[in-house]
């Protein structure tokens, strides 16, 4: 099983996202357990979301949107935004929030590649596939030139690469999904990867025991493609599922 269908089928997470309850955990091989936290997650945007929400510019890509708070957010206050993310369950709760979602792979084709101004990498979201640095190269690809990424960074200095899976349970006895590729990356590792991609930090901030960076991209893209219409964008639902993608999203 490929890894964005290994996150999508693990029915702990759907099971979590319908109800809006944990316990939910990333288990790694050795045990050590990541609470994920469903709560927030399934509520509206808190004080720190909407600090961050204020930050962005024009068109925003929420990548791995999870249940969608953001995406509902952004949509209610007029802005052009899109929602994508591999699991059917988050995407049916951004559409009933009112925002529109793909359920899709970031590294799958996307509207407006290459046109975005702003994509928000929120809840640990850099580590998607396990590889910040292919994920890097991908979202400089989605937005335009100069534009701005935001990104949610674990609030210690780790740069961690490892297979996890998705457990209800501390002992994992109860539910348990496929293994994945996963990072964790604080803001010192993300900064790092960003100066050899090209990307140009422009502030870094904590809120609320969250920590996140803002970083500009500087080329290009040569993979922009003709510009999408607004009902293409704003779709409120468009499954396109994949075995073939390297990665997953929340």
């Known amino acids: ?33 990541l609470p ?114 935001i990104a949610e960074t674990v609030p210690v200095d780790v740069d961690e690469r490892t297979q996890v899976q998705v457990v209800d349970a501390v002992g994992g006895a109860r539910g348990t999904g496929t293994p994945f590729p996963w990072a964790r990356v604080g803001t010192p590792a993300l900064l790092r990867y960003a100066r050899r991609a090209g990307w140009r930090p422009v502030a870094q901030w904590d809120a609320g025991g969250r920590c996140f960076a803002a970083l500009r991209t500087r080329r290009t893209s040569s993979s922009a493609e003709p510009a999408k219409s607004t009902a293409v964008i704003s779709s409120q639902r468009a499954r396109k599922p994949s075995g073939e993608s390297p990665v997953a999203s929340r």
């Open 36 to 149: 994920l936290e469903v709560e927030r997650w399934c509520a509206r945007a808190d004080a720190v979301d909407l600090g961050v929400l204020d930050r962005c510019e024009g068109a925003v890509l929420d990548v791995g949107c999870g249940p969608g708070r953001l995406v509902a957010e952004l949509a209610a206050r007029g802005r052009t935004v899109l929602g994508i993310d591999v699991s059917d369950a988050a995407v049916e709760h951004t559409v009933r929030l009112g925002g529109p979602a793909l359920c899709r792979s970031v590294f799958e084709p996307l509207p407006g590649t290459g046109r975005w101004d702003t994509v928000l990498l929120m809840d640990g979201n850099i580590g998607i596939g396990g590889s910040p640095a292919a994920l890097l190269e991908r979202v400089a690809g989605l937005l335009r030139p100069g534009g701005l990424l």
């Open 1 to 33: 099983m490929s890894a964005p269908v290994a996150w999508a089928a693990a029915d702990p997470y759907a099971a979590a996202l319908r109800t809006g309850r944990g316990p939910l955990f990333l288990r790694r091989a050795d045990g050590w357990l």
